[in-house]
């Protein structure tokens, strides 16, 4: 990992796990639902989502106190969506980073409340922003409901599960991920360009950016699923191969799906241009994205 990069993260993921830990512990719900949330945001995450929320910031050189806080919503609706990916009707996965899935520990019916709080949690705490202006925060909300809901992270869901009993195009597969995967992280580039205040055009190529992260991390992801083993990634290892699914190695080939990723990683990194500084961060998150091994 590039020093700049792996400095930047050491210095604000202890923040982005205190602010978490400090939501969940004024939250007033009875233990065992406080558990079960605490149980899954403590999981051991990488936080690549709060911390793309800051890093854009950072890359933008703004500075806000409501930053933590924004960066932690989009970490308690990422780590709802994981409670409920993991769950029996879902994927019916018993590991996650290498622990026990929420569902195995407290049970189905708390997992599934988990999540719900999880969610709604993310909410109330982007309507309770200090130096944000209420347009602002009220543009924040409505960018994180349709990134997470019907019309992103949630209908991707149901994509990809329709896509688990037929094979699908690329441009289905692509689909599919632009939705589940890449809204959310879409929101945090995002994020910080209303924080900024930024134009139009210089918005729009970080859209672009994030468009291209987002297939970048999924394809990835696919490849890892290949190459790498249960132990390093913490969940199945070829569940993907197991299941029959459509992913990029299996409609490119490894080799195809590998072109395509350093494809989406060249324009991912072109689309950042614009930012006035050696080494965004922005950039390296994206090396690390494409390079990550689990």
């Not at 936080?47 to 703004?62: C, F, K, S």
């Not at 719900?116 to 309507?127: G, H, K, P, S, W």
């Not at 094979?167 to 995967?181: D, G, R, Y």
Request: proline fraction near 3%; charged fraction near 20%; hydrophobic fraction near 40%.
């Amino acid at each position: 990992m590039h020093k700049k990069l792996q400095h930047f993260i050491e210095n604000y993921q202890p923040a982005i796990e205190a602010q978490l830990n400090h939501m969940l512990a004024t939250t007033n719900v009875p233990e065992t639902l406080k558990s079960s949330m605490a149980y899954s945001v403590n999981a051991g995450g990488k936080r690549i989502r709060p911390l793309l929320v800051l890093a854009t910031l950072e890359d933008l050189g703004v500075q806000s106190a409501d930053a933590i806080s924004i960066a932690c919503a989009v970490e308690l609706i990422h780590t709802y969506s994981l409670i409920h990916d993991d769950l029996p009707c879902m994927d019916d996965d018993d590991y996650r980073r290498g622990k026990l899935t929420n569902h195995k520990v407290y049970g189905e019916a708390v997992a599934v409340l988990a999540g719900d709080a999880l969610q709604t949690l993310a909410f109330e705490v982007l309507t309770t922003l200090q130096e944000t202006s209420p347009k602002d925060a009220l543009q924040l909300v409505n960018m994180l409901a349709g990134a997470s809901g019907a019309a992103g992270m949630v209908g991707g869901q149901i994509l990809d599960i329709e896509g688990e009993t037929k094979p699908l195009s690329l441009m289905e597969l692509e689909t599919v991920h632009i939705n589940k995967t890449g809204a959310l992280l879409s929101f945090c580039i995002e994020a910080g360009a209303v924080l900024a205040g930024l134009d139009q055009a210089k918005t729009g190529q970080l859209k672009t950016f994030a468009w291209n992260i987002g297939l970048a991390f999924q394809i990835q992801d696919d490849i890892l699923d290949i190459t790498s083993t249960t132990e390093a990634l913490g969940k199945t290892a070829g569940s993907d191969i197991s299941s029959d699914k459509s992913t990029y190695p299996s409609l490119l080939g490894l080799d195809g799906a590998r072109e395509r990723l350093a494809e989406h990683h060249r324009l991912a990194g072109e689309s950042l241009s614009f930012i006035e500084q050696d080494e965004p961060l922005l950039e390296l998150f994206a090396d690390y994205i494409v390079n990550r091994q689990s």
